[in-house]
C-alpha cells in the first residue's frame, strides 16, 4: 500500500513551458486535491475532485487545468508556466466517510517546481 | 533545502519537556480539525483530530484541545523528542457537506538536546 503517491520530485521549467505533475492513490478515495505551499503561507488548494470525472476550482485555480480520468489519478497541468507558480505541490485524498479519520487528508511527498 | 517555513513563527523545547503549540482558526462553522506534522521535504502527516462535538481528544503523546468560544487549537506534545521537530500546522474543514480544508501557516518546533 503506497498511499499517495506524486511524480516528478522536482522539475525546473523555462517560463511558457508546459507540464503535467501526476498524483496517484491506492486507498479507494473518492476525493484528491491538488495543493500549494509557498513560504509563509498555509497550503492553498489549486483543485479538487469529488470522483472520477468531476474537477472543481478551489482558491487559486488560475493557471492550472487538472484532469481525474481514473479514480486514482488526478493530474494537475500547467500550460504556460510562469515564475509565480514557482512553488511546492502537493496532492492529498481522503474518503468520503467512516475512519481511519473522519475525512482526514492523505498527502503525497510533494513535487518541488521552479519556473525560471 | 526545504524553503516552506522560512518565515514561521519557531517555539524552542528542551528534549523532555512538553510543549504547546497555538492555532487560531477563522470559521465559527467548521466542524473538523486536524493537526499536521511536516518534516523537511516531505507531505504533511496527520498526527491527530478532533471533531467540533469535543473539547479535548489525546493520542499517543499528543493531545489537542478545543476551544469554539474563541476559535482556538492547541496541540500538547508530551515528553518532546528530538524526532518531533518539525512544523506543525493545523486545518480546519469548513462545514459539514463540503470537502475543503483551510491551513494554518504552521510553527516550527525546534527540540533542544
Known amino acids: 500500500n503506497a498511499g499517495v503517491t506524486q511524480t516528478p520530485k522536482f522539475r525546473v521549467l523555462k517560463t511558457g513551458q508546459s507540464m503535467t505533475l501526476l498524483c496517484a492513490q491506492d486507498m479507494n478515495h473518492e476525493y484528491m486535491y491538488w495543493y500549494r505551499q509557498d513560504p509563509g503561507m498555509g497550503l492553498r488548494l489549486i483543485h479538487y475532485?469529488?470522483?472520477?470525472?468531476?474537477?472543481a476550482k478551489g482558491e487559486v485555480p488560475d493557471g492550472y487545468n487538472v484532469s481525474r480520468l481514473k479514480k486514482q489519478n488526478f493530474l494537475l497541468g500547467l500550460e504556460s508556466a510562469a515564475p509565480s507558480q514557482t512553488s511546492v505541490y502537493f496532492c492529498?485524498?481522503?474518503?468520503?466517510?467512516?475512519?481511519?479519520?473522519?475525512?482526514?487528508?492523505?498527502f503525497g511527498p510533494g513535487t518541488r517546481l521552479t519556473v525560471l | 533545502g526545504e524553503s516552506v517555513g522560512l518565515h514561521l513563527p519557531t517555539l524552542s523545547v528542551q528534549e523532555g519537556d512538553n510543549s504547546i503549540i497555538n492555532c487560531a482558526y477563522s470559521?465559527?462553522?467548521?466542524?473538523?480539525f486536524i493537526w499536521y506534522k511536516q518534516e523537511s521535504g516531505k507531505g504533511p502527516q496527520f498526527i491527530i483530530d478532533i471533531r467540533s462535538n469535543m473539547d479535548k481528544r489525546q493520542g499517543q503523546r499528543v493531545t489537542v484541545l478545543l476551544n469554539k468560544t474563541v476559535k482556538h487549537l492547541s496541540l500538547q506534545i508530551a515528553a518532546t523528542q528530538p524526532g518531533d521537530s518539525a512544523v506543525y500546522f493545523c486545518?480546519?474543514?469548513?462545514?459539514?457537506?463540503?470537502?475543503?480544508?483551510?491551513f494554518g501557516t504552521g510553527t516550527r518546533l525546534k527540540v533542544l538536546a
Open positions: 492529498a485524498s481522503s474518503a468520503t466517510s467512516g475512519r481511519p479519520a473522519y475525512n482526514e487528508q492523505f
Open positions: 470559521n465559527s462553522a467548521s466542524d473538523y
Open positions: 486545518a480546519e474543514k469548513e462545514a459539514s457537506g463540503t470537502y475543503k480544508y483551510i
Open positions: 475532485s469529488v470522483g472520477e470525472g468531476t474537477t
